[in-house]
Nanobody
Framework: QVQLVESGGGLVQAGGSLRLSCAAS????????MGWFRQAPGKEREFVAAIMWSGGSTYYLDSVNGRFTISRDNAKNTVYLQMNSLRPEDTAVYYC?????????????????????WGQGTQVTVSS
């Protein structure tokens, strides 16, 4: 089984930055598509960002595009989410997820059901 462990969450002021990390187990990490989702209190879980197994294509939620950057380091079995210019509405629990067998389609990566493995989440709180 693949284990995903998020870290890096915390409390920051609006306009600040935070970098989330997701460490994965397994030697096949380099073949996974990876994504970040978030869930705010009283809201449904939503897609934030994704990076395909090749690392050559990335996708973002419109409201974070230009502020967040997803990247991966396959040698470290880790995916990152660099979050800059944070806003109070970014406050949520952030989850890392992995697709074990990528289809090559980027469209499906915005859907929770495309992912096979999930981390426990890390809290991000942005104050005004």
């Amino acid at each position: 089984q693949v284990q995903l462990v998020e870290s890096g969450g915390g409390l920051v002021q609006a306009g600040g930055s935070l970098r989330l990390s997701c460490a994965a187990s397994g030697r096949t990490f380099s073949s996974y598509d990876m994504g970040w989702f978030r869930q705010a209190p009283g809201k449904e879980r939503e897609f934030v960002a994704a990076i395909m197994w090749s690392g050559g294509s990335t996708y973002y939620l419109d409201s974070v595009n230009g502020r967040f950057t997803i990247s991966r380091d396959n040698a470290k079995n880790t995916v990152y989410l660099q979050m800059n210019s944070l806003r109070p509405e970014d406050t949520a629990v952030y989850y890392c997820a992995a697709v074990r067998n990528p289809t090559g389609s980027s469209r499906i990566l915005v859907r929770q059901h495309a992912y096979d493995y999930w981390g426990q989440g890390t809290q991000v709180t942005v104050s005004s």
